[in-house]
């Protein structure tokens, strides 16, 4: 089955730098878009970045965009999420996904906290 399991959450200053990781397993991974989502406490799931299947194109939110960087090795089956210059409303749980038959499959999410 698909498993996508998140990591390199943490707690750091504004203007900080983390670099998450989302292993995947049970699908052809380099077949497949993936994408990061963040939900902060109280607010609704969003989309933070995506990239295609072999990498060649990225998009992002406004509201991440010229500070985070999303990339893939399909040799590891990871996607990572570099984040800089951090924000206190950057802030919240941050998820990988995927659609595979038929319908998304999410991380259990790892926790990013942004505190002077």
């Known amino acids: 089955q698909v498993q996508l399991v998140e990591s390199g959450g943490g707690s750091v200053q504004p203007g900080g730098s983390l670099k998450l990781s989302c292993v995947a397993s049970?699908?052809?991974?380099?077949?497949?878009?993936m994408t990061w989502y963040r939900q902060a406490p109280g607010k609704e799931r969003e989309f933070v970045a995506g990239v295609t299947s072999v990498g060649e194109n990225t998009n992002y939110a406004d509201t991440v965009k010229d500070r985070f960087t999303i990339s893939r090795d399909n040799a590891k089956n990871t996607v990572y999420l570099e984040m800089n210059s951090l924000k206190p409303e950057d802030t919240a749980v941050y998820y990988c996904?995927?659609?595979?038959?038929?319908?998304?499959?999410w991380g259990q999410g790892t926790q990013v906290t942004v505190s002077s």
């Open positions: 049970g699908f052809t991974f380099a077949n497949y878009m």
């Open positions: 996904r995927t659609n595979y038959g038929g319908r998304a499959h």
